[in-house]
């Protein structure tokens, strides 16, 4: 009966031209594990719009809800208590019909779009799924599944965009990835985008992606001052070791869950200069090594395109930077919070961790209008564990000025700062 009154509602319902506002409507059946199912409606800022539990019931539930424009509506089984386990566009003045129970865990009905919608998601539910798993995976190999399984995600999305250009579910497909993967915006939002047709990239539910899109376009204005945003980084400098070999390691920044490895290049230890370049597309983290310990790291640094530093690896302190007025000002820097980086190390006393932090901010406090402060912390989140990070990334970019924030080292932390304001959100109590 229930499979025979949603196909009846489905023929009923049309989404054609969706008003900016209107109640969106939801009507489902709930058979969960749990007791209880929560419903929550969150706007692109990620403001809890409403949040509502009802008893799990087999008799079919409706709720109605007024909203201003596209949002998104997440369900929350109760047995896992608010772990969540849907999520989906909620587009005023329509209604969905859900149905939750069985395999797959639910489907949705109601209008063109819901059918649509649902379609799309079972077209990319192998790749979420591997995706999913990835996230989980913590082995030595880790980082390279969660690559492969990013790529096949982003590849399989599109390729539902390019098959469905006149669905508003492609549009909500890249809506939800915005809202959800802070990888790629520009690539994926923008491949994505163009393939739409005008009618779907003017619909509401190209609202879910719209913000973002126009944040990664502006973002790839970014400059440094004169620096350009990609280019070579050239590296020089005396390496007088007490190994025989020095290593020079380069990471992509770009994604918050993990850095991709860019170059990785051994030399000799010399007492004559060393130059090496490096073509970068944005700013990045050079890791520098002692042969004299293996891989263990010693020395990391911003490399920022279109950039020289000079590197001075001798006696004490362990090393210097010099070069352009950005490295000058970055040693300044390291030199500042040394101390208190030092009494952490030596006395493995992780109490003392406030003093390094605190230090830290007390400089970028001091030096807001200094890219190097943006690079200080940029280098900072992306050693450390995700803990502290995310409240670091949102205190510090908030002392600095607006040029700083705009310039290519802010691009070091700028894709955590992202990830931190989404985690950063109401979550259901």
């Not at 969706?18 to 749990?34: I, L, N, R, Y």
């Not at 520009?186 to 009618?199: F, Q, S, W």
């Not at 899109?213 to 440094?224: I, K, Q, V």
């Not at 600095?400 to 932390?413: F, G, H, M, Q």
Request: net charge negative.
């Amino acid at each position: 009966m229930k499979k025979l009154l949603l196909s009846i509602l489905a023929g009923m319902m049309a989404l054609g031209a969706m008003a900016q506002g209107g109640k969106f409507t939801v009507q489902g059946w709930f058979e969960c594990e749990g007791d209880s199912v929560t419903l929550e409606i969150i706007d692109c800022e990620y403001e809890v719009l409403y949040f509502e539990t009802c008893a799990a019931s087999a008799e079919m539930l409706e709720l109605s809800f007024d909203l201003e424009d596209v949002a998104l509506l997440h369900v929350y089984d109760g047995r896992q208590g608010y772990q969540r386990h849907i999520e989906i566009p909620a587009i005023p003045g329509d209604t969905v019909v859900f149905y939750m129970e069985g395999e797959p865990y639910y489907r949705l009905g109601g209008s063109q779009f819901y059918i649509d919608y649902d379609e799309a998601v079972r077209a990319i539910e192998p790749q979420a799924i591997e995706l999913y798993e990835a996230r989980c995976k913590q082995d030595a190999d880790s980082d390279q599944y969660l690559a492969e399984a990013f790529n096949n995600y982003e590849e399989a999305l599109l390729a539902y965009v390019e098959d469905h250009p006149d669905q508003e579910a492609s549009a909500a497909l890249l809506g939800i990835f915005a809202q959800n993967v802070i990888v790629d915006w520009d690539d994926v939002l923008g491949r994505g985008d163009a393939m739409l047709t005008e009618r779907v990239r003017n619909s509401v539910v190209a609202n879910l992606y719209k913000p973002y899109l126009a944040e990664a376009e502006e973002s790839g204005t970014m400059a440094l001052d004169t620096m350009g945003q990609g280019g070579k980084f050239t590296v020089q400098g005396w390496f007088l070791c007490e190994g025989d070999s020095v290593t020079f390691q380069i990471l992509d920044c770009g994604n918050p869950l993990y850095n991709e490895e860019l170059y990785f290049e051994t030399r000799a230890a010399s007492a004559e200069m060393l130059e090496l370049s490096f073509d970068l597309k944005d700013a990045a983290l050079l890791i520098v090594y002692d042969g004299r310990q293996g891989y263990q790291r010693h020395i990391e640094i911003p490399a920022i395109p279109g950039d020289t530093v000079v590197f001075y690896m001798e006696g004490e302190p362990y090393y210097g930077l010099g070069g352009s007025q950005f490295y000058i000002d970055y040693d300044e820097t390291v030199r500042a919070i040394e101390p208190q980086l030092i009494e952490l190390c030596e006395s493995k006393n992780y109490d003392l961790f406030d003093n390094y932090v605190e230090a830290l901010f007390a400089y970028i406090k001091d030096h807001p209008d200094q890219e190097a402060s943006a690079a200080l912390l940029g280098i900072f989140i992306n050693k450390d564990g995700a803990g502290i990070r995310y409240d670091a990334v949102v205190r510090g970019d908030a002392l600095l000025t607006e040029r700083v924030r705009n310039s290519v080292a802010a691009n070091l932390y700028k894709p955590i700062l992202a990830e931190a304001k989404k985690r950063n959100r109401v979550k259901p109590k």
